[in-house]
């Protein structure tokens, strides 16, 4: 059989990550295919309503990545959304969502190889965690039955 | 017409749940979560709650689902396909312990969805529903089935109808239609000849606490009163009310889409929401609270009788019962009714 | 409480207010509030351990809004969401008064709301014991029973969106999930539909919840949604030390600092 290929989706800043992971091409570093980028002005932007939507449309891991700290190009704005991951990922885990799936890095524009690590180790990690049922189960509207409580 | 009415024994409710079970039917009773009861698929017959008054939730989500996808769609090169729900896949359900006023409710249910589009949907798994009523040996404050042409036995809506005799007596069971004789003819030997076929005496007293004509007569003039909004203050404005009812059939139509397809779905509304009248312009017509209420209460007492010949409410309470902050709907009933113009 | 009828009849005859918000006896057993506009009314005021409605979801309402100055009888948790609702510009001391009946059931009138927000300051929030046990019962729960467990009590759930209608913290004239362009949430009330609802609305209530359980006492069908709010007070104590309502500085979510800690960004 063949190997379970994980959909990742990678929800990155524009000035730090993004031009990291541009750099990681550039540089002809080799990393897993499994991810989709979706780039954004800055960490600050990334709602988490959009996490649970790409779980939604069938992800199966989720990587959001940004500027280090101190070095957002809007000053703050990653220190905004370190905060409120902190209580977003804790209120994932109490609701039953798999947090192992939702990987938080600061990549910055310099840091080619590290994405390809973060990458690589999230794919790897996921591929062995296996495909998202569980909140796949649920995002599929239910064929026969109605929802009845 | 003469009823067909049967002897069922205390001990032969559970025979003939599990009888209907072996016969791999489907089965929705009253069931106890978080102190709530709700009509949910029953696996075994000690599951089943008793006792209760009314249940928290009515019947209505068997016939009248909260969420029921209605067509799938998808997009593609060569253009749209629709895939309409395959109306054969509709189970058929026994529907078990219905009160009487929810069996009543039923047909105010389906009167609305028959008004002049008959839906398909809905008149198919209407067909696919038998109903076991339960008359009612006791009522609360908040009952008022008499009041809007009911009765704690009303056999309206209900395929067989069981009356129990005493706290912990046998049960009268009234055959009241072919579905019911299928019932009967599945486990004929627990419905025993009867000899003692009068049931009045185990029913509730609810009185009579309003004259829904005079109500409906005075609502024809009532439109502009100040008594909308005295009434609706407390409001929160939450469609709690709407959808614990058995005969609000408010609904939205939402395509729940994924990229090129998707799934189009029928889900309750409510027009106690502030945005049910909203319109694009960003006008709503019902701006206030009032108009919603109000609203609600003329489509129940004043509308459905008017163009449908029934009543949007059967007295079942459930409404006040589940509001939040107290509105109770028997209350401003008679406060309109009390009201001179 | 006679001290709160006297002091209601005083304030309307007195046309210091034009409505006194308080709680009047209501059907069965129940209370509910009660909207005072001339002192007659005042006498039907009451007070007892059954008022928990939170009363602060009405200053909010467009329709008492419209009324002009208004009166509140505010318990502990009133209060705070009066000094939270403040604190985001909802209400000023122009439109409010506050009636306070402290914990002991005593009367207690403030000037304006710095002395409202001063005596709420004196009491920490605390969750009380029984939710307490819950929520130590679902932290001891692996991650598949947690998702287990919330999707079964969810199920019920069927979105008549009482829990918002009652909060305070509610007031927003549209709410995410009445958005279709894009649809955030998944409007029917399926399992996806009903966890990301409480999801979204445990977070946008996340370092402005007071823990009054409006939301878990309006739910027809008694789902403890309160217990999402709950684990984010727990976790902003845990975290960030904790918030109190305060009518000045920075409000939990919409700030942040250089070292705020975590230990799983890479």
């Known amino acids: 059989m063949a190997e379970f290929e994980p959909k990742i989706v990678a929800f990155v800043c524009n000035w730090c990550t993004y031009a990291g992971a541009d750099l990681t091409g550039t540089s002809r570093i080799k990393y897993a295919s499994n991810v989709r980028i979706i780039r954004f002005p800055c960490t600050g932007r990334i709602d988490y309503m959009l996490l649970l939507k790409a779980f939604d449309e069938g992800a199966d891991g989720i990587i959001v990545s940004g500027c280090h700290p101190n070095d957002c190009h809007y000053t703050s704005g990653n220190f905004h959304a370190r905060r409120r991951w902190i209580m977003f990922r804790s209120l994932c885990n109490f609701t039953g969502i798999d947090t192992n799936r939702i990987k938080f890095s600061w990549v910055s524009a310099a840091e080619g190889a590290k994405w390809a690590d973060i990458v690589n180790a999230t794919v790897k990690s996921i591929r062995e965690l296996g495909p998202y049922t569980e909140y796949k189960k649920v995002a599929k509207y239910p064929e026969k039955e109605v929802n009845h409580g | 017409m003469n009823i067909d009415k049967r002897l069922v024994r205390k001990d032969s409710l559970e025979k003939l749940f599990d009888i209907l079970k072996q016969n791999s039917k489907k089965i929705y009773a009253p069931s106890e979560k978080n102190g709530k009861i709700t009509f949910r698929d029953a696996e075994n017959f000690k599951g089943i709650s008793t006792g209760y008054i009314q249940t928290t939730q009515s019947s209505k989500d068997i016939t009248f689902p909260r969420a029921e996808k209605i067509l799938d769609y998808s997009k593609s090169k060569e253009g749209m396909s629709v895939k309409g729900i395959d109306l054969k896949e509709i189970p058929e359900i026994i529907l078990w312990g219905v009160r009487p006023c929810d069996a009543n409710g039923i047909g105010e249910l389906s009167s609305i969805f028959n008004w002049d589009y008959k839906d398909e949907i809905y008149n198919n798994r209407l067909s696919k529903v038998t109903v076991f009523g339960f008359s009612c040996n006791k009522s609360d404050e908040y009952c008022f089935c008499t009041s809007v042409g009911g009765n704690p036995g009303n056999t309206l809506g209900s395929d067989i109808l069981f009356t129990r005799m005493g706290d912990d007596g046998d049960y009268l069971a009234e055959i009241l239609t072919e579905k019911g004789n299928v019932i009967v003819s599945i486990a004929p030997q627990l419905f025993e000849k009867s000899e003692n076929s009068e049931k009045e005496k185990y029913l509730a007293e609810v009185p009579v606490r309003f004259n829904h004509e005079e109500i409906k007569n005075k609502l024809d003039k009532f439109f502009e009163s100040k008594e909308w909004i005295e009434q609706s203050l407390r409001c929160l404005g939450c469609g709690a009310c709407a959808y614990v009812c058995p005969t609000c059939a408010c609904f939205d139509i939402q395509d729940e889409a994924h990229g090129k397809k998707g799934s189009r779905v029928r889900c309750w509304d409510s027009c106690g929401f502030s945005h049910f009248t909203i319109h694009t312009s960003g006008h709503n017509p019902r701006d206030a609270q009032s108009q919603r209420w109000r609203q609600r209460i003329m489509h129940k007492f004043s509308y459905m009788p008017e163009r449908l010949s029934v009543y949007g409410c059967t007295g079942c309470g459930r409404c006040s019962r589940a509001c939040p902050v107290d509105m109770n709907i028997l209350e401003n009933l008679i406060s309109i009714q009390e009201v001179t113009i | ?266």
């Open chain 3, 1 to 266: 409480m006679v001290d709160l009828i006297k002091r209601a009849k005083e304030l309307i005859e007195s046309s210091s207010v034009k409505v006194v918000i308080g709680y009047e006896q209501g059907t069965g057993n129940k209370t509910r509030a009660l909207f005072v506009e001339n002192s007659e009314d005042a006498d039907k005021l009451i007070f007892d351990s059954r008022c928990i409605q939170n009363l602060a979801a009405y200053i909010t309402k467009k329709e008492i809004k419209e009324k002009g100055k208004m009166a509140v009888a505010a318990t502990l948790p009133v209060m705070r969401s009066i000094i939270q609702l403040a604190s985001e510009f909802q209400v000023t001391d122009a439109n409010i008064l506050v009636l306070g009946i402290t914990p002991e059931s005593k009367l207690i009138e403030f000037g304006n709301l710095a002395e409202v927000e001063k005596f709420v300051h004196q009491y920490e929030i605390e969750i009380d014991v029984r939710n307490k046990e819950m929520l130590d019962k679902l932290e001891k729960m692996t991650q598949p029973e947690r998702w287990q467990f919330w999707i079964d009590e969810l199920a019920p759930c069927f979105k008549c969106y009482a829990c918002r209608a009652a909060c305070p913290m509610c007031y927003c004239s549209r709410c995410t999930v009445d958005f279709n362009q894009p649809q955030w949430i998944p409007v029917p009330s399926t399992e996806l539909g009903n966890l990301e609802w409480h999801i979204m609305r445990a977070i946008h209530l996340t370092g402005r919840c007071i823990d009054c359980d409006a939301c878990y006492n309006a739910c027809p069908l008694s789902i403890p949604i309160n217990l999402l709010t709950k684990r984010m007070l727990l976790d902003a104590k845990e975290h960030f030390g904790g918030y109190q309502p305060a009518l000045k500085g920075e409000h939990l979510m919409s700030t942040y600092k250089p070292d705020d800690k975590e230990n799983f960004i890479q």
